[in-house]
């Protein structure tokens, strides 16, 4: 399970091998075997005792800011694997392999994003069911461009036409999305730091616990969350968390979606801030109870039925052998 702090004012602290979550008079424990994870997304106090029995049971503490980017973390120092992955980390950028995974990432995405549009078009019979379309036919067509791009290229050669054909995509991606929610809720586009509408507002956290666990299993499979193939390496930037999280931007805009299609989301949910949105406590309650039950689903991966939460930590195991198999020498 995932333990949730969202209530200001909370002790954590540890009491034998479970976890003490202590509010004025109320006390209430857990047994940290049973704990993956710990999101913390305001203000509260954290024991040493508790920080160790996490570290020890290989259970990461998460701060979330507002907007539900993970802040930081607290987490055990040891790399999963072995040091040859994260060599050959660096130099994917100038081989053979690196392009083949970019593609195949930002294909997913964009595979992802025309899945989701046919799914909303089922059953439509409006002036919007055209419109959805004609989307997915300008995004598959820059599915069609990327798939065709030269391989014997690198990263480094095509990443402006890479970018360019993911930014197309989004964009009609995004503005179609904004035209098919119930119409106190649409949208024009995507919209960050701060959000400019409810819809972007929720999606913004929503991609903020994904960043955290994609982090997570990148450690867990020896690969370096700041060496990136596709985005570039800036100081203090998680590029492939970023290059990887683009494959699953789909399990939280599909939730979010249907969030706003079945009519669940209400207006006090958020607060309005000086030029936007902010996802308040009975927003992310409502957004994590849902996720929560939406990533305990089994579903097909290679052959096997596993809980939708634990794909991003097996795709992560195969992209670290992957690198290992055919990555470039070191």
């Known amino acids: 399970m995932k333990l949730v702090i969202n209530t200001p004012g909370i002790y954590l602290c540890k009491r034998g091998e479970c976890f003490s979550i202590q509010k004025d008079q109320e006390k209430q424990e857990i047994s940290a075997k049973k704990v993956e994870q710990i999101l913390i997304t305001t203000r509260a106090a954290l024991s040493t005792d508790a920080i160790e029995l996490a570290v020890e049971n290989n259970v990461d503490i998460v701060f979330l800011k507002y907007s539900g980017q993970p802040l930081g973390r607290v987490w055990h120092s040891r790399l999963g694997s072995i040091s040859t992955i994260r060599r050959k980390q660096l130099f ?44 997915i036919d300008k995004i598959n067509m820059q599915r069609e461009k990327i798939g065709k791009l030269d391989s014997r290229k690198t990263v480094e050669e ?29 949208f024009s586009g995507r919209s960050k730091n701060p959000a400019k509408d409810p819809f972007n507002c929720l999606l913004n956290y929503s991609y903020g616990i994904l960043y955290s666990n994609v982090e997570k299993a990148c450690i867990l499979a020896g690969l370096d969350p700041y060496i990136g ?102």
Not at 104 to 133: F, M, P
């Open 92 to 135: 994917l950028q100038d081989h053979s392999l690196g392009l083949k995974l970019v593609k195949s990432w930002i294909a997913k995405k964009l595979e992802n994003q025309i899945n989701h549009l046919e799914k909303l078009s089922v059953n439509r019979r409006d002036e919007r069911q055209e419109e959805i379309i004609t989307a």
């Open 158 to 186: 095509l990443r402006g036409t890479l970018l360019g054909s993911e930014g197309t995509a989004g964009r009609v991606y995004f503005e179609t999305l904004g035209k098919i929610l119930p119409k106190k809720y649409q």
């Open 229 to 330: 193939i596709m985005h570039t390496d800036n100081y203090n930037k998680k590029a492939l968390v970023f290059d990887i999280i683009e494959m699953y931007r789909i399990q939280m805009e599909e939730l979010v979606v249907q969030l706003f299609a079945k009519r669940k989301i209400k207006v006090e949910f958020f607060d309005e801030i000086e030029g936007g949105y902010y996802l308040n406590k009975k927003g992310k309650q409502a957004l994590l109870e849902v996720y929560h039950k939406d990533m305990e689903k089994k579903v097909r991966y290679h052959g096997r039925n596993i809980e939708k939460q634990n794909i991003i930590q097996f795709e992560c195991h195969r992209i670290a052998n992957l690198i290992l198999e055919e990555g470039p020498t070191c």
